[in-house]
């Protein structure tokens, strides 16, 4: 018996990791597929006092919310898996294959920082000159290629529409 299929869209921040996850998932529900879709981001936003982790998406309590989560939508006949977030190291993404049954590939999409402080400029949250700062950092540590980072699957561009991103995404996965 095959893995369920699975991609993880990573990139840096601002790049549409969540924007093309969703277009995927409508992709994949007007084709009749059974999908399931999570914004990684989410499964680790909490704070306890005292409580020491590293503000990763990796952090224990996150990678056991997306196993719980997982093998529900599993459970629930879910065969398509479809995961956005900020995914860097090789120990990260070994971590995060070992806790989830599925077949998992990885896609970064790319933007110009120029482009990404563009489309962060326009929020209306305070955060967003933090989130650009970040953008910018994680540009350079993808740039300067740290050893242990993860090498993706595919490098898809996204400075198109959403919706020409995401098909181009599931042509390349085969997916329906």
């Known amino acids: ?10 990139g840096v921040y601002g790049t549409g990791k969540t924007s093309v996850c969703e277009e995927l998932a409508h992709l994949l529900e007007s084709a009749g597929a059974a999908y399931g879709a999570i914004d990684l981001d989410w499964l680790g936003w909490y704070s306890v006092p005292d409580l020491a982790h590293e503000h990763e998406w990796l952090d224990p ?10 093998r529900n939508y599993l459970s629930a006949g879910v065969d398509h898996v479809v995961l956005a977030g900020s995914v860097w190291s090789r120990r990260e993404l070994t971590a995060l294959r070992a806790a989830l049954p599925v077949s998992l590939r990885v896609v970064q999409l790319t933007l110009p920082l120029d482009e990404i402080h ?4 326009t929020a209306v949250t305070a955060g967003r000159a933090e989130d650009l700062h970040e953008a910018a950092r994680q540009t350079d540590v993808v740039r300067a290629g740290p050893p242990d980072a993860v090498v993706p699957d595919a490098l898809v561009a996204n400075d198109r529409p959403i919706h020409t991103v995401a098909q181009e995404i599931m042509d390349w996965l085969g997916w329906p």
């Open 1 to 10: 018996m095959s893995l369920p299929a699975g991609v993880l869209i990573v």
């Open 61 to 70: 309590v996150a990678l056991s919310n997306l196993e719980t989560m997982v």
């Open 118 to 121: 563009r489309r962060l400029s």
